[in-house]
């Protein structure tokens, strides 16, 4: 396999605040070194559930993952288990409901939380952490550059072809303060500044880059619903490929065959999208 790509996804950023506060990302679009594109969520707009949708382009309504109580192995083709087949390496960096669909359930903390098994499942290199603990006095989430720079290991080291990356600071602040705030302000400009180097060094190694959100989320920081502010995000591509005009509104479920297109992987029958990169 002689592609590479990374999907970057920043959990629970409702597509205003993409556009208003993050000014880098928004710099390279005006640069012309990327495209900026709406997306819409799947229905929930809930974490687990788009989960689920965005790596195997079905919908929760067929995957059954209808909230984050319904986590499980997955039993579709997706985004890990394809590109794995195709004979590519992949590498997640995540939560670990990740690992619980797309690799094993339940997760073992001493088990799961690290591991480097090529050929044996759809992921090949594992990295996640639990939250164990999360409530509204304390997130438990991993700095994020940690996480960044856990990734860029991977591709460097272990020379991954497809890698996942997930964090959830924002949607943690979300909850606890809502996205019409100074303290969200200024975690969404954190966010946008810590990892300009690493999108910088991803794009020297070769991979195309995806930067997006799982969904939105409301200004009283809330999303499982129909609003726009909770189920629509931005979606950031830096790559060669070519893509529909600036307006039109992407599906989530075009997602995990765009990635597929994109790797020069077969996408299976049980993914209906079309892709929106060629």
């Known amino acids: 396999m002689d592609r590479k790509l990374l999907l970057i996804i920043l959990d629970a950023v409702p597509y205003a605040n993409w556009r208003r506060l993050f000014g880098n990302l928004e710099g390279w679009v005006q640069s012309g070194h990327a495209r900026v594109w709406r997306m819409r969520s799947v229905l929930p707009s809930i974490s687990a559930s788009c989960y689920a949708s965005i790596h195997t382009g079905l919908s929760p309504q067929v995957t059954g993952v209808w909230g984050n109580e319904f986590v499980r192995r997955l039993d579709h083709p997706d985004v890990f288990s394809e590109v794995t087949k195709a004979g590519g390496l992949t590498g ?32 090949s290199h594992g990295r996640f952490h639990t939250m164990t603990g999360y409530g509204h006095d304390n997130q438990m989430t991993p700095a994020d550059v940690d996480l960044f720079a856990t990734l860029t290991r991977l591709c460097l080291v272990k020379g991954i072809h497809y890698g996942m990356l997930h964090t959830c600071t924002l949607d943690s602040m979300g909850h606890r303060f809502g996205h019409d705030c100074t303290p969200m302000d200024k975690a969404c400009m954190a966010m946008d500044v810590r990892l300009q180097p690493f999108l910088a060094q991803w794009r020297a190694a070769g991979y195309e880059v995806i930067v997006t959100a799982d969904h939105g989320q409301s200004q009283r920081g809330h999303h499982g619903g129909t609003g726009e502010d909770q189920q629509d995000f931005a979606l950031y591509y830096f790559g060669e490929a070519e893509g529909p005009a600036p307006d039109v509104l992407l599906d989530q479920l075009q997602l995990a065959p765009t990635i597929l297109t994109r790797l020069g992987v077969p996408v299976p029958d049980s993914m209906k999208a079309s892709p929106f990169l060629r």
Do not use: C, K, M, T
């Open 92 to 123: 997640a960096v995540a939560h670990s409901f990740w690992s619980e669909f797309f690799n094993r359930a339940p997760f073992d903390f001493l088990r799961d939380i690290e591991y480097d098994e090529p050929g044996q499942g759809p992921i």
